[in-house]
Nanobody, 124 residues
Framework: QVQLVESGGGFVQTGGSLRLSCAASGRTFGSYRMGWFRQVPGKEREFVATISTSGGITNYADSVKGRFTISRDNAKSTGYLQMNSLKPEDTAVYYC?????????????????WGQGTQVTVSS
């Protein structure tokens, strides 16, 4: 069982930056693939970024590539999403998720554990 708690969301102007954190409980954080997803009201949850168990391989949605960076610190059982050059269309609730076994996936239903979400609002 893994519990995830996001933090770091907030309100920022276009072009600004935010860093989201995802603190995980348990000692086996390093055995889980991590992902970040986002959702706006009335739309499905969409993939943002994912990182392998070791942190050596990352993948991004085209919409955030070059602006967002996913990382993790297994010693601290924490994952991160650095978001730069933010745009109004990045406004959403951001969720971190963990997938047991570590296999690659960008599909939300493939992830086993979810945080409660943190709101990111980018003003124009």
């Amino acid at each position: 069982q893994v519990q995830l708690v996001e933090s770091g969301g907030g309100f920022v102007q276009t072009g600004g930056s935010l860093r989201l954190s995802c603190a995980a409980s348990g000692r086996t954080f390093g055995s889980y693939r991590m992902g970040w997803f986002r959702q706006v009201p009335g739309k499905e949850r969409e993939f943002v970024a994912t990182i392998s168990t070791s942190g050596g391989i990352t993948n991004y949605a085209d919409s955030v590539k070059g602006r967002f960076t996913i990382s993790r610190d297994n010693a601290k059982s924490t994952g991160y999403l650095q978001m730069n050059s933010l745009k109004p269309e990045d406004t959403a609730v951001y969720y971190c998720a963990a997938r047991a076994g570590g296999l690659y996936s960008i599909v939300p239903r493939a992830y086993d554990y979810w945080g409660q979400g943190t709101q990111v609002t980018v003003s124009s």
